[in-house]
């Protein structure tokens, strides 16, 4: 059935007519890899230059029967790679260190190591690139786009069951009657003459400069273009969620010609105080300096739970669950001192804001992390646990 189809699809499309177009090449069919390896030795051993072998898969030993060179096809990989290599250089370069130069993480401008990706890729896209064109080129002979092999009895043989030998027909040694009694000789079982396919192409003898087809070209690509911009700009166009897009705003590092620096990124006025940053006024001071004002909030359950929040989230890997000083660190960082020692459960509320606010020796200020009213929650807690720690008999009596 599939086959039926397939024939039919055959005869209707790929029939092809008689070849009217120069010759092109003798071609011979051989039924072994021995034979061909023969005949390729024989061919290369007249003397023929312009000849080729196909086969269905590798032969072994094809390589030397044909005498063949390594290929330079290595040699454009090379060149192309190194032009990827360099091209990537040049442009990092340009971009970072003149165009554009940002400082990142106090790293120079230009440093090679961070361009080393981008000249890999593009060394191995160049080369990737230019050696598949290139034999796309070579092989079909670009501009035009079929082999004169194509669509032979010839070539559908070698792809499948049988093993060809061709020589074309500008060898300077050709001569058809000479390769064919040679072919022959050799026991081919099928020796064919393999003509240019002549197209009728209207006006002009290249394909691509026809006009019908220079019209189909630019008129499919209008269409392409048009509908692409209907279909994205009117039919799937979504105004709602561009709306923030279209607004009147300056970018950040953008030009702005509104200021007279052209910057559009403004300093802060000098002495300005971000909301919820009030500034520490003890900040750096030693401990005795600090007033010790009391704690904002009210101790209730809401406040505590707040407070045991933050400090287990802090507080508690240095410091332990309990304030015991029983760090989860496993050393990496100084163990500190109990909070249950005399002198911080004698400490005002104020001083124990003090140390998380500006820190203390190697414990480093967690004021940009914690917010004030939490802080002060943490210390509600932190006097929990010092209670649960410390109790004394007197908790005991029921009141
Ligand atoms: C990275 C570890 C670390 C974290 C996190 C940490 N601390 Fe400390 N803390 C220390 C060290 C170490 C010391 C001892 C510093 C010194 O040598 O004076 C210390 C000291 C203290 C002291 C003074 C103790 C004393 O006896 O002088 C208090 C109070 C304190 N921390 C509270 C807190 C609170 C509250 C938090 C959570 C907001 C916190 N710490 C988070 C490491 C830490």
Redesign the pocket.
């Known amino acids: 059935m599939i086959g039926k189809i397939l024939k039919k699809f055959d005869d209707r499309f790929l029939k092809s007519e008689p070849r009217t177009g120069d010759l092109y090449a003798v071609a011979a069919l051989f039924d072994t890899p021995d034979e061909i390896i023969h005949a390729a030795e024989k061919v290369s051993g007249s003397g023929y230059k312009r000849f080729d072998v196909l086969t269905p898969y590798p032969v072994h030993g094809m390589d030397g029967a044909m005498n063949l060179k390594p290929s330079n096809i290595g040699w454009v990989g090379l060149i192309a790679g190194m032009s990827g290599t360099s091209l990537a250089f040049l442009m990092i370069w340009w971009m970072v260190g003149v165009n554009y130069p940002n400082i990142f993480g106090g790293k120079p401008f230009f440093n090679l190591p961070a361009s080393i990706p981008i000249m890999f890729e593009l060394t191995v896209l160049l080369s990737a690139l230019t050696l598949a064109g290139s034999l796309i080129a070579i092989y079909m002979k670009l501009p035009s786009n079929a082999n004169p092999l194509m669509d032979t009895e010839f070539i559908k043989r070698v792809t499948s069951d049988k093993f060809g030998i061709y020589i074309e027909a500008k060898d300077p040694k050709f001569n058809k009657d000479e390769v064919e009694a040679m072919f022959k000789q050799l026991g081919s079982s099928s020796v064919s003459f393999i003509h240019e396919a002549v197209y009728e192409v209207g006006d002009t003898k290249n394909p691509l400069l026809n006009t019908k087809f220079l019209g189909a070209l630019i008129g499919s690509s209008v269409i392409t273009v048009v509908i692409t911009y209907l279909v994205l700009n009117v039919l799937l166009f979504l105004p709602p969620f561009n709306w923030m897009h279209y607004q009147a705003k300056v970018l950040p590092q953008s030009e702005s010609k509104f200021f007279k620096d052209g910057w559009s990124m403004r300093r802060p006025v000098e002495g300005t105080v971000a909301r919820g940053f009030i500034p520490y006024e003890f900040a750096g001071m030693p401990d005795s300096m600090v007033v010790p004002t009391p704690n904002p909030l009210p101790v209730n359950q809401k406040v505590l739970d707040l407070g045991k929040k ?2 287990d989230t ?2 508690s ?3 332990g669950f309990y304030g015991k000083g029983d ?1 989860r ?1 496993r050393g990496q ?7 249950h ?1 005399e ?2 459960m004698n ?1 005002k509320d104020a ?2 804001y003090h ?2 606010t500006n820190g ?5 200020s ?1 004021a940009s992390s ?1 917010s004030r009213d939490d ?1 002060w929650a ?2 509600h807690y ?1 006097r929990v646990l010092q209670r649960s720690q410390n109790a004394p008999d007197s908790d005991l009596e029921i009141k």
């Open positions: 933050r400090y802090y507080c890997p240095c410091h760090s660190l960082f100084p163990v500190p001192p109990t909070l020692s002198k911080v400490w001083n124990i140390v998380i203390q020796n190697t414990m480093p967690y914690i802080r943490i210390i932190l």
